[in-house]
């Protein structure tokens, strides 16, 4: 843990996050948003080191940084980051947690993360038939590492569903794997009522190569319904780890 | 000796990586592909298999559950699942097959460890 309750986001009750703070502080206690911030940052170090080695010439360029936040500052906080086109590659979870992980890029950095993926033997022209399905492995790879290291460290299981390809706004893909998170529309009340509950989870991972930069995020998106259970797995988890 | 290898992933991108792999350690080796369970067991009865890398996440059975199957059909048949997936539930369940675990991206040379390793008869796991 790198910081103790309380001394992440000022006096409690106060703005946490893009979140109002008093609904926020309803869900996750500072010192629990911590143990997520700090899973997090094992989990994308992970997976850049993964992408890394797929992509051969990348390294990895920042520290990672986490943010937890409502779905609707999480669209606003993406699409200033990330404006433009993009892609994004998205796995459903269970177990844990239920939710979406979502890895999003630039779709301009697109077909170079193909070509730098591809053996070596192959002709880069074959990067632009082969885009779909090698974003799908890539996202797969990003996001299973990520995943599989903070599960391991929970102590509980999280199932992945098969990688699925997205493209458009960052508004737009988190609408789509919201829609795909709640068949039959979500909960009593609709999309509505599921959008004022679930939260999102921020993860940045800038890697560097030298001939380009991705700027990409990988999104966490609780369900709503989700977060007890996350939090009875992180109060057991900083039992563990504070030796208590 | 000579040997035919099937990798067994939905990702033409993995399979690719894998069939490179393989045949820069084993350049007489034959390799066949299939994209998932159902067609490992189809190319089954087409060739001779002696070797198998299977991904876990695919659509219909799972790498372990069509590593099962493939136990229960060839016994003295070599193993190794392939996953970015290392979940410790996951891990013991390659295990439990008898499969060897490598963690995607593919390191290579623990993929020339595990191809060198089935010159040898097979290791039985404690589960079987």
Same mark, same amino acid.
């Given at each position: 843990m790198t910081a103790a309750a309380g001394e992440l986001d000022g006096p409690p009750g106060g703005p946490a996050g893009g979140l109002a703070g008093e609904a926020w502080d309803r869900r996750l206690t500072d010192l629990e948003r911590d143990a997520l911030a700090e899973l997090g940052n094992m989990g994308i170090g992970r997976a850049s080191t993964a992408l890394g080695r797929m992509v051969g010439e990348l390294v990895r360029l920042s520290v990672p940084s986490v943010e937890v936040m409502d779905p609707d500052a999480a669209i606003r906080s993406l699409g200033e980051a990330l404006p433009g086109p993009l892609i994004g590659v998205s796995e459903s979870l269970g177990g844990v947690f239920d939710g979406t992980a979502l890895f999003l890029f630039p779709e301009t950095d697109s077909l170079p993360l193909v070509r730098a993926a591809l053996p070596p033997d192959v002709p880069p022209e074959e990067a632009g038939p082969m885009e779909e399905e090698a974003l799908a492995e890539l996202g797969n790879i990003v996001l299973n590492s990520a995943l599989a290291l903070v599960a391991n460290l929970? @102590? /509980?299981?999280?199932?992945?569903?098969?990688?699925a390809v997205r493209r458009g706004t960052a508004a737009a893909i988190l609408a789509d794997c919201r829609?795909?998170?709640?068949?039959? @529309? /979500?909960q009593a009340g609709g999309a509505a009522g599921a959008e004022a509950d679930d939260t999102v989870v921020l993860f940045r991972i800038d890697l560097r190569a030298t001939a380009q930069t991705l700027g990409g995020r990988v999104v966490l998106m609780l369900d709503p319904g989700s977060m007890g259970r996350l939090r009875g797995t992180l109060g057991r988890f900083i039992g563990r780890v504070s030796g208590g | 000796m000579s040997k035919t290898a099937i990798i067994v992933d939905d990702s033409k991108l993995s399979r690719m990586h894998v069939r490179a792999m393989i045949l820069r350690h084993k350049p007489d080796w034959s390799v066949v592909e299939a994209a998932n369970g159902d067609e490992l067991f189809r190319k089954l009865d087409e060739a001779a298999v002696?070797?198998?890398?299977?991904?876990?996440?695919?659509?219909?059975?799972?790498?372990?559950?069509?590593?099962?199957?493939?136990?229960?059909?060839?016994?003295?048949?070599?193993?190794a699942i392939i996953t970015a997936n290392a979940q410790d539930a996951v891990v013991s369940g390659i295990r439990a097959v008898g499969a060897a675990f490598m963690p995607k991206p593919l390191d290579e040379e623990q993929v020339g460890r595990f191809l060198a390793s089935t010159a040898l008869p097979r290791r039985r796991a404690a589960s079987e």
């Open positions: 929970l @102590g /509980g299981g999280i199932d992945t569903s098969l990688p829609k795909a998170g709640f068949p039959g @529309g /979500g | 002696d070797v198998a890398i299977i991904d876990y996440n695919m659509p219909g059975d799972n790498g372990v559950e069509a590593a099962a199957k493939l136990r229960a059909a060839k016994p003295d048949i070599h193993i």
